[in-house]
C-alpha cells in the first residue's frame, strides 16, 4: 500500500543552525503539506503546496521556513535559523486533492529537537 | 478562527466496553469532517464524513456527523487493547481548496485488559 515517507526519522540541531526535512509524498497525490505537533499539544497546519506553489500558509510559518519541491518525488521543508520552540515533531502530508474532498494521509513523522 | 473540541480529553476503560468519543466545531465554511488514530507517531486515517456522507462503519468502529449542530461522534465497540491511541477529529474548511486541517487536542483512549 502507498505511503508517505519521511526522513529523518530523528533530527538534533543546534539553535539558529538549517535543518531541511524531506518527504516522499504518494506517487499521484497533487496536494503536500507540513503539519507540526509540539510535545503535548495539538497538530497544527504549516503550510500547503500544489502545483509548485504555497497554496496556504498559517501565522507559524513566517520567513525562517520554506518549502520545496526539488523533483518530482521529493517534498522538503526548510527552517533556516531553528530555535528552541521550533522542537516538535514535523509531519508531512498528501492527498490527491481538487474537486470532492479526499482525505490527507500522514507520514511517520520527524522529530526535531533544537538543543 | 476554526475550532475543534473533543471531548473528553482522556478516557480509561476495560476490553469489551463500548466507547463514545466526541467532536464538536466551529468553522467559517464546511467541507469535511475527519477522524485519525494516532498511536505512536503518525495519524492514520479512519474516516471521513461530508455533507453527502453523515455515518461512516468500519468493523466495531463508526461514526456520524451532524451537521446542524456541528458535531461528530466516533464509537467503538468492543473494545480491545489494540485500540488504545489518542484520537483526532479534524475539520477541512473550505478555503479555496487548498484543503488544510484543523486539529483538535484529542482523546487519549486507555483500553485495560
Known amino acids: 500500500e502507498p505511503e508517505v515517507t519521511q526522513t529523518p526519522s530523528h533530527q538534533v540541531t543546534q539553535m539558529g543552525q538549517e535543518v531541511i526535512l524531506r518527504c516522499v509524498p504518494i506517487s499521484n497525490h497533487l496536494y503536500f503539506y507540513w503539519y507540526r505537533q509540539i510535545l503535548g499539544q495539538k497538530v497544527e497546519f504549516l503550510v500547503s503546496f500544489y502545483n509548485n506553489e504555497i497554496s496556504e500558509k498559517s501565522e507559524i510559518f513566517d520567513d525562517q521556513f520554506s518549502v520545496e519541491r526539488p523533483d518530482g518525488s521529493n517534498f522538503t521543508l526548510k527552517i533556516r535559523s531553528t530555535k528552541l520552540e521550533d522542537s516538535a515533531m514535523y509531519f508531512c502530508?498528501?492527498?490527491?486533492?481538487?474537486?470532492?474532498?479526499?482525505?490527507?494521509?500522514f507520514g511517520p513523522g520527524t522529530r526535531l529537537t533544537v538543543l | 478562527e476554526d475550532k475543534v473540541v473533543q471531548s473528553p480529553l482522556s478516557l480509561v476503560v476495560h476490553e469489551g466496553d463500548t466507547v463514545t468519543l466526541n467532536c464538536s466545531y466551529e468553522v467559517t465554511n464546511f467541507r469535511s469532517l475527519l477522524w485519525y488514530k494516532q498511536e505512536k507517531k503518525a495519524p492514520t486515517f479512519l474516516f471521513m464524513l461530508?455533507?453527502?456522507?453523515i455515518e461512516k462503519k468500519s468493523g466495531r468502529l463508526s461514526s456520524i456527523l451532524d451537521k446542524k449542530e456541528l458535531f461528530s461522534i466516533l464509537n467503538i465497540t468492543a473494545t480491545q487493547t489494540g485500540d488504545s491511541a489518542v484520537y483526532l477529529c479534524a475539520v477541512e474548511p473550505t478555503q479555496g481548496g487548498s484543503e488544510k486541517l484543523v486539529f483538535g487536542k484529542g482523546t487519549k483512549l486507555t483500553v485495560n485488559p
Open positions: 461530508t455533507s453527502s456522507g
Open positions: 502530508a498528501s492527498s490527491e486533492g481538487g474537486g470532492p474532498p479526499y482525505e490527507q494521509f
